[in-house]
């Protein structure tokens, strides 16, 4: 499957709406729209998959479960929410080569302490800038191509400030990363002020409702320096807001009658599964046409 290059995406003129995804469906979804690529994000796999907060109770291989998982189900490039890298230096090296093997075009690694919590929560401890570019040089060292990027993510800001977290950044634009993103940024002065660091690499503005960071155009985001814009929880706040109003409904009611609208028609459903592809295969492979 020849997917277009991240690295080339990442200079898309506007800049890239990246959407979170946490399952195959929900990329398949985002993909059938017309998302030139996904992000497969930790909050979201943990939230779905296990029902359970974010705060790095996945493990390395249930992560590359959903990787393979999401990169059959979708030709766009997938990027990776690898948390703290499921170690230190080493345990990174050996966590890229098996989200790479799973299909990962882009890994993200984050300078938490482990178990780290959800960049929008209060309590992020970070590892020092020392080791957390050691993480980064071994990520970039142990990719098998060199189209597969490594974005680095501090979470300083939330108990070091922002002039903390900024040079943070730089140094670990240094170490080799190929994308930035400064999260848990509280104000507009801050989104701009992290925007203009380290102007010469790539970054990422992660927008949650609900979150730390305020909900700003694109447009505006873009002009204060940022390449990728994303959408991490929205899919998933999304289907569990519609899960609610139509249970809630059919607890009440008995019935979908006072729902219907807000369900997927079946035959819509069976396309965005590719029913009738392998309805082709059954047809192809029967004893009737053999």
Known sequence: MNRTPLKELIHTEGGL???GVANALTARI????GFPAV??????VTNTFLGLPDMGLLSLSEMAAHVRAVT?????????????????AVSVARTVQVLEKAGATGIQLEDQVAPKR????DGQEVISITEMQQKIRAAVEHRSSEQTCIIARTDARAQHGLSQALKRATGYAEAGADILFIEGLHSR?????????????PKVANLVEGGKTPLLPKEELVAMGYSIILFANAAMQGAIRGSQKVLQALRDTGSLDSVIAELTPWDERQRLVHKPHFDQLELRYSDETA
């Open 17 to 19: 709406v990246l959407p």
């Open 30 to 33: 985002a993909e059938d729209l």
């Open 39 to 44: 992000y497969l994000t930790g909050a979201g």
């Open 72 to 88: 059959d189900a979708v030709e766009v490039p997938v990027i990776v929410d690898a948390d703290t890298g499921f170690g230190n």
């Open 118 to 121: 959800c960049g929008h929560f």
């Open 189 to 201: 002065e801050e989104l701009a002020q992290a925007g203009k660091a380290v102007p010469d690499v």
